[in-house]
């Protein structure tokens, strides 16, 4: 047998065993090697009739160098086969096989917690040399890259020189190795020896070959303790009956090592789910572990590589008092399929539930999207806790704690209004701006803020206006309905309880008497107009409709739908399903709220017939009356700082049509930019507001013909 000339190998000096093993683990490389080589028929791969040996340098490292000396030397397959054998029977003899200190130490750490068998351990050992070291990835590439299960069996048996039937036991689907994710074998696909075989990560087989820490250090790539919070328990007083049945839950499981406790926590981005997970770790004075989502180039780790993480956790941190977190579950819950294919999550739902099942340290799951996971996944979770946007109280709670000093009073009032400002927001935005030097902190604390929520979606932070509070002149005796304005406060202030069905043409202060009712209750305010609670998602309507009366509810503030109109149709009209559902949903919130909900409309005809019968009044707002007219133009020339209005006015205002308070108000907000310079211009733009009204009216599209 003739050696070609393409060698890697300089023959002429002795081979350094130790440039590509670890010193200690020389014979025990070289017995598995031999084992490959002449057990396993190795040799049809390592000894070829054509091209002599290859692999040069597993050849040196068996001592092979005699067969590469020169190209005039022939051995034969037979030479080299017995001086393998001979090496092999060596080593077979030998009582003792050295191996690295750090990794016995390791594995001895790992099996006192898992209670791991000799073969278990040995099995441990390979994998780990296996994934390391580029001598033994060429010794089992002999083997072949279509090894199937039952091969990889066999293969790690005689290389171990363990029983084939303790090699079944510690890969059987219920063994400590296979519950763990420690090693594995990939069943799905043939592969060679080394990709058959697999663990948590190449990084944790690294650390435990090279790291003499605790065992946390080992896997702290893919679960790494957590930092602490900085918001407290009380921040989350919104959820306080979940909290109060969860905290003492958690203790429990805790101290009595209860298996099978998961606990999943839902909502929108930013409402502070991971937070909360931190400070229930903290009051229950246990570490927090994180099933990590990113790798150390903050790239995402595949669900799948995740789970096996979060399993091995289970294990190796089981001596401790801890709480594991899993955010951004839906990696492994997700039900939909993609764009362009079928469902590739959920598809072995039943080894998922074994996996809620029998983890044995309690879990906080974390998703953003509810609707992503399977209703028969979710009610495997013990408690499923929805985090909202803290209420409108304790939103400016939170500003005021954790804006760092940087808002007065009025700014912290009016960005608590916004419902989509998280915990989270303000922390950032206030890291921000402390580290700037500026005059107006608040200015730029509310620039950044709003910035930020467009970019989510949610839009900017509306300014103070009249859209938010009451106009600056504003009387119910003003207001031409039937009913004593002022009279039927009284009432609802003493019952608590309403639900009010303003209709009428625009302008005559149907949201107006809302805002006035909630000041004279005393109470806040929450406005909600049909373009925010309309969703594009299917159910998004729904929802944001039930939000909105659980959050009224949460802040005893007073209700008001504006528009209803919008998602309140007559059912009998209805083209889509969704169309039926909305209102229907919005029936059952009238019907469960005990609160004050106002609901206005400039489209009474259009309202679902049943949701009539839901409201306890319905009252109409009615253009000025000539009388109110003059009175409140009066006290707008005032407030403009108008001449004295004279009585010859009187009946020119009076004689108006169509006149509303909203005119007033349109007007006022043009003298902003556009000066009333006197009595009769005033005049003149509340006659121009009622014409563009006619026009409006009387206006018909059609083509234009010459």
């Not at 763990?180 to 990084?203: E, F, G, Q, Y």
């Not at 065992?215 to 919070?229: A, F, G, L």
């Not at 009252?619 to 000539?626: G, K, M, T, V, W």
């Amino acid at each position: 047998m003739r050696r070609k000339r393409n060698r890697t190998v300089n023959t002429v000096i002795e081979f350094d065993k130790t440039q590509v093993i670890d010193k200690r683990l020389i014979d025990k490389a070289s017995l598995w090697s031999l084992r490959i080589i002449l057990n396993l028929s190795g040799h049809r791969e390592f000894i070829d009739k054509d091209n002599g040996v290859s692999k040069d340098t597993l050849l040196a490292f068996l001592d092979g160098n005699q067969f590469l000396d020169t190209d005039e030397d022939k051995f034969s397959r037979e030479e080299v086969l017995n001086f393998f054998k001979e090496s092999l029977l060596k080593l077979e003899d030998q009582k003792k096989f050295t191996t690295n200190k750090i990794l016995a130490k390791n594995i001895a750490q790992i099996s006192s917690l898992m209670k791991l068998n000799q073969y278990e351990e040995q099995i441990l050992e390979f994998v780990t040399f296996l994934k390391q070291y580029e001598l033994l990835d060429d010794a089992v590439s002999l083997l072949g890259n279509e090894l199937n299960t039952t091969q990889t069996k066999r293969a790690l048996s005689v290389i171990l020189n363990i029983k084939k039937k303790h090699i079944d036991s510690a890969f059987a689907s219920n063994s400590k190795l296979s519950k763990s994710s420690l090693v594995t074998i990939d069943k799905s696909n043939t592969h060679s020896l080394d990709r058959k075989l697999d663990s948590i990560s190449d990084t944790f087989l690294d650390n435990l070959l090279n790291l003499d820490e605790d065992i946390s250090v080992m896997i702290k790539d893919s679960v790494k303790v957590c930092n602490t919070s900085s918001l407290k328990l009380k921040d989350y007083q919104h959820i306080s009956s979940d909290i109060n049945i969860l905290v003492p839950y958690l203790e429990s499981a805790v101290k009595s090592k209860q298996t099978g406790v998961n606990i999943l926590l839902y909502g929108r981005p930013g409402t502070g789910k991971t937070e909360l997970a931190k400070v229930l770790a903290k009051k229950l004075k246990t570490k927090l572990f994180e099933v990590s989502y990113t790798d150390e180039d903050d790239e995402p780790i595949e669900g799948t590589k995740r789970l096996k993480a979060y399993k091995s956790a289970q294990v190796l941190l089981s001596n401790k008092r801890t709480l594991l977190m899993y955010d951004e579950a839906e990696d492994i819950f997700e039900s939909g399929g993609s764009f362009f294919g079928p469902p590739v999550r959920q598809k072995d739902k039943a080894w998922i539930n074994r996996v809620l099942e029998t983890n044995t340290l309690p879990t906080i799951w974390i998703t953003n999207n509810i609707d992503s996971i399977d209703n028969a996944l979710v009610r495997r979770f013990d408690m499923s806790i929805e985090i909202p946007i803290p209420v409108k109280s304790k939103r400016e709670e939170i500003i005021k704690n954790y804006s760092n000093n940087l808002l007065n009073e009025k700014s912290i009032k009016s960005l608590a209004k916004n419902e989509n400002i998280a915990p989270a927001l303000i922390s950032t935005t206030a890291k921000v701006i402390s580290a700037i030097d500026t005059k107006d902190s608040d200015k730029a604390f509310t620039h950044l803020l709003s910035n930020t929520l467009k970019a989510q979606g949610y839009g900017e932070i509306k300014k103070e206006n009249s859209e938010d509070s009451l106009p600056s002149i504003y009387n119910p005796s003003y207001v031409n309905t039937t009913t004593d304005l002022d009279e039927l406060t009284k009432g609802i202030k003493k019952t608590k309880s309403a639900r009010l069905c303003l209709y009428g043409v625009p302008g005559t202060g149907k949201s107006a008497f809302g805002k006035y009712l909630a000041d004279m209750l005393d109470k806040p305010l929450l406005l909600k107009k049909g373009s925010d609670l309309i969703s594009k998602w299917v159910g998004g309507t729904e929802q944001n409709i039930a939000n909105a009366f659980k959050e009224a509810s949460d802040e005893n503030a007073v209700l008001v739908f504006d528009e209803v109109d919008s998602f309140l149709a007559d059912r009998t009209q209805a083209k889509q399903s969704w169309e039926v559902t909305q209102v229907n949903e919005m029936l059952v919130q009238m019907e469960n709220f005990d609160g004050v909900f106002i609901a206005t409309t400039n489209l009474m005809d259009n309202l679902d017939k049943a949701s009539l019968r839901r409201f306890d009044l319905k009252l109409e707002f009615d253009s000025l009356q000539p009388e109110q007219a003059w009175k409140m133009f009066k006290e707008f020339s005032k407030e403009l700082k108008l001449p004295k209005v004279d009585k010859v006015f009187k009946q020119e205002i009076q004689s108006l049509k169509q006149l509303t308070p909203g005119d007033f108000s349109a007007v006022v907000r043009q003298n902003r930019f556009r000066p009333i310079h006197s009595v009769e211009d005033f005049i003149e733009r509340l006659q121009d507001e009622i014409a563009v009204k006619d026009i409006s009216t009387d206006k018909v599209m059609g083509f234009l013909v010459s």
